[in-house]
């Protein structure tokens, strides 16, 4: 079992920047592939970013490319979205998965290949 433990969410000014930390326990994050979804008002959960169980390969929603950057630092068992130049469509909850399986391309971006999710943090970007 992988619990994890998501931090950072607030409440920010469109232009700013905040960063989340998905913080994990139970077993070792450098064993899985980490995602992060987001969850609008109103909306289905949608995906924002993945990364691979090294950190080698990551992959983003087209609507965050060059704003949001996801690292792990797998020695503390933690990974993180970077999210700058917010903009209110992104304000959500947001929430990390775990992956035990090899989720490449395509698969990384479906939430159905996550075995364990976070509780989610809220992001709430004002305009």
């Known amino acids: 079992q992988v619990q994890l433990v998501e931090s950072g969410g607030g409440l920010v000014q469109a232009g700013g920047s905040l960063r989340l930390s998905c913080a994990a326990s139970?077993?070792?994050?450098?064993?899985?592939?980490m995602g992060w979804f987001r969850q609008a008002p109103g909306k289905e959960r949608e995906f924002v970013s993945a990364?691979?169980?090294?950190?080698?390969?990551?992959y983003y929603a087209d609507s965050v490319k060059g704003r949001f950057t996801i690292s792990r630092d797998n020695a503390k068992n933690t990974v993180f979205l970077q999210m700058n130049s917010l903009k209110p469509e992104d304000t959500g909850v947001y929430y990390c998965?775990?992956?035990?399986?090899?989720?490449?391309?395509?698969?990384?971006?479906?939430?159905?290949?996550?075995?364990?999710w976070g509780q989610g943090t809220q992001v709430t970007v004002s305009s």
């Open positions: 139970g077993r070792t994050l450098s064993s899985y592939a």
């Open positions: 990364s691979s169980w090294s950190g080698g390969r990551t």
């Open positions: 998965a775990a992956s035990s399986s090899l989720v490449v391309g395509e698969l990384a971006r479906r939430q159905s290949e996550y075995d364990y």
